[in-house]
């Protein structure tokens, strides 16, 4: 019987989505980790570059493959939790590490207000994050929230160390509730688009979903020319 921890090849090969051979996320990835050839060094390098250098928004447009596409997410400088996954996935296997996209289902007590009146709850379906084949196991690096965020919030940054699960605190530095881990939706080498469409319509509403394809695209056009994105 195959071990099945074993990376499949498809970790390491580009696709249409997690387009790792694309000349901009190649050195992207190399800019971040500089000379190092460790990849649990490398590992870190990209999960900080990905967390940082893209700006959390989750007003980003989500129904096209093309949206999730990892040179597109790193030239338009902000995105949310999957879109992000998709980049940092990119560029681990453009540094030859075995990398797939993680989705699951959370709970999230701290989101503002604002949010949940825009989600019509508290739980964000088919959340996003990497996972790393690094030294005989995978190992989850979620890098969706920037410096930023953290502060805002009140939560300790996620930190990679390239050895444990890198995924959002339980609690606040104040001691609340902060995120659950809800339902683990699995691995995936591209993003399952239609499972995650589907899954936000049983989730959120049809009504819902076709409001956010509208009105988030044009928040995205609004951006990309300057505008307020209002994070």
Known sequence: ?????????????????????NEEIVNFARKAVANSVDPLEQARGIFYAARDSVL???????????????SNVLKRGRGYCVTKACLLCAMGRALGIPSRLGLADIRNRGASKQVIDMMGTD??????????????????????FDSS?????????????????????????????YV?????????????????LNGWRKHYGED???????????????ADSGGDLRI
């Open 1 to 21: 019987m195959a071990d099945v921890n074993v990376p499949s090849n498809e970790y390491l090969q580009p696709n249409s989505i997690i387009d790792s051979d």
């Open 56 to 70: 959390y928004d989750i007003r980003t447009p989500f129904f096209l493959p093309e949206h999730y596409k990892a």
């Open 123 to 144: 739980v964000f379906s088919y959340h996003g994050f990497t996972e790393f084949y690094l030294n005989g196991k995978w190992v989850k690096a979620t890098p969706a």
């Open 149 to 177: 965020v953290f502060q805002r919030h009140n939560i300790a940054p996620v930190e990679f160390d390239g050895s444990k699960d890198a995924i959002y605190p339980s609690h606040d530095l104040s001691g609340n509730p």
């Open 180 to 196: 659950e881990y809800i339902t683990y939706h699995g691995h995936f080498a591209d993003v399952p688009l239609e499972d995650l």
């Open 208 to 222: 819902r979903v076709q409001f956010w394809m509208k009105y988030f695209t044009e928040d995205a056009a609004a």
